[in-house]
């Protein structure tokens, strides 16, 4: 079985296997290293239900698919050989779907189409509808809160952190993201900060507690929501700080001093952005600073594929930072400082999974095994798209202009 499957990529592909096969009868090819393992016929019949990304992604999610050795590593070679023989654009047309289908035929592997994993998104509405969009969240973010405490700093902040050096603590990179942001932001005592999309209220407690100023979080999270009230009260900062369930375009005028919304935009949909970018424009004062942290992805495939689409982020959408850029620049706001933090991004999503690994048993006793396969996926991937550049992640500075030398850096102001 692994021989004919090693003879079907070269036949339809024009390219060796990049990594070792090894099938349900025993047989191997390719090379050695990662060894992807078919378990069972299923995850061929996966594969003829859904040629492709998703189809793989099904096999393994449910464990009909395997592999053995460096998950990353395998990504890679399987990235660098399409890479090599500008295979992003392939398609499978009917030729493509006969050839699997009789190879299918012959390992006894045609039936009906297997289920779906339950971890699969099944969302319904209209595309970045409210009702859809609090699905999308609950989706992810709803997962619950013991996992995200398992995986994450003790702040729990769930976005790019900003190492010193390679040999930093996740916990201290965290940190550092977070007093980055504060001191873009200019945050003094008595200011009004606004954290759209403010997951398990990181910033929110960190503007706080560290900068005294008073802070207002929303999320369409009810898991955030609940647990960022818990915190705020155990952290003594009733008054100071507060966290709201509500969607973005629930915002009214509020007058805010800085706003902050950290890997947030990716949810709110191309089609919707343009109302997105005119909203936190209308929630700042006249030379009030924004900051915004978001993921880019360049070209024209502006989603996060099939698995990232089907598993974790349902209708996120990632545009070239040029977009993001007009968008804010359309609605009026003047772009101050753009910061690359693409290589951090690779550095914290491994840091996610070297814990993901060393907990995996208490992992799994809270996601279920084919929970713990769709983080094992989606972290592998994720680090390998940052690191080869097909994603990216800025922090923008912006300001909506006020008076004269309102809202600039440090030090410019004084120079105005």
């Given at each position: 079985m692994a021989t004919r499957i090693e003879q079907l990529v070269d036949r339809l592909l024009g390219v060796p296997l990049p990594v070792g096969v090894r099938a349900w009868d025993g047989s191997r090819a390719g090379p050695g290293g990662p060894?992807?393992?078919?378990?069972?016929?299923?995850?061929?019949?996966?594969?003829?239900?859904?040629?492709?990304?998703?189809?793989?992604?099904?096999?393994?999610?449910?464990?009909?698919?395997d592999v053995e050795g460096d998950?990353?590593?395998?990504?890679?070679?399987?990235?660098?050989?399409?890479?090599?023989?500008?295979?992003?654009s392939l398609r499978f047309g009917p030729r493509e779907v006969g050839a699997l289908l009789s190879l299918a035929v012959r390992a006894g592997a045609v039936g009906p189409r297997p289920a779906r994993p339950a971890g699969e998104a099944r969302l319904r509405g209209r595309l970045h509808s409210r009702r859809r969009d609090r699905g999308a969240i609950a989706h992810h973010y709803d997962a619950g809160n013991e996992f995200y405490r398992l995986l994450l700093d003790p702040n729990m902040a769930y976005s790019c952190a900003y190492p010193a050096d390679e040999d930093a603590t996740l916990e201290q990179a965290q940190t550092d993201?977070?007093?980055?942001?504060?001191?873009?932001?200019?945050?003094?005592?008595?200011?009004?900060?606004?954290?759209?999309?403010?997951?398990?209220?990181?910033?929110?407690?960190?503007?706080?507690r560290e900068h005294g100023v008073h802070a207002t979080g929303i999320t369409l999270s009810a898991a955030q929501h609940d647990h960022v009230r818990r915190r705020i009260a155990e952290e003594g900062l009733d008054g100071r700080a507060e966290v709201l369930l509500r969607d973005y375009r629930e915002l009214g005028s509020g007058g805010y001093d800085a706003i902050a919304t950290v890997e947030m935009g990716e949810h709110v949909g191309d089609d919707q952005y343009a109302g997105y970018a005119a909203t936190l424009y209308r929630n700042l004062r006249p030379g009030g600073r924004l900051l915004l942290q978001q993921m880019s992805r360049g070209g024209n495939a502006p989603g996060g594929g099939p698995f990232i689409e089907s598993y974790i982020a349902p209708d996120m959408s990632m545009v070239p930072l040029s977009r993001t850029l007009r968008y804010l620049e359309d609605a009026g706001?003047?772009?101050?400082?753009?910061?690359?933090?693409?290589?951090?991004?690779?550095w914290t999503v491994r840091a996610w999974t070297?814990?993901?690994?060393?907990?995996?048993?208490?992992?799994?006793?809270?996601?279920?095994?084919?929970?713990?396969?769709?983080?094992?996926?989606?972290?592998a991937g994720a680090a390998l798209a940052f690191e080869q550049n097909r994603m990216g992640v800025q922090q923008i500075l912006a300001v909506r202009p006020g008076a004269r030398g309102e809202g600039l850096l440090p030090g410019l102001a004084e120079a105005a």
């Open positions: 060894q992807v393992v078919l378990a069972r016929r299923r995850a061929l019949r996966h594969l003829v239900w859904s040629p492709g990304e998703l189809g793989l992604a099904r096999a393994y999610v449910t464990g009909d698919l998950l990353t590593d395998a990504l890679r070679r399987c990235w660098v050989l399409a890479s090599d023989h500008d295979l992003g993201k977070l007093e980055l942001i504060c001191r873009k932001l200019g945050l003094e005592p008595g200011m009004r900060l606004l954290d759209v999309g403010c997951g398990w209220g990181s910033l929110l407690v960190h503007a706080a706001f003047e772009t101050r400082g753009v910061e690359a933090m693409r290589e951090h991004y690779a070297r814990t993901l690994e060393q907990r995996a048993d208490e992992a799994t006793a809270l996601l279920g095994a084919e929970g713990l396969r769709v983080w094992r996926l989606y972290l």
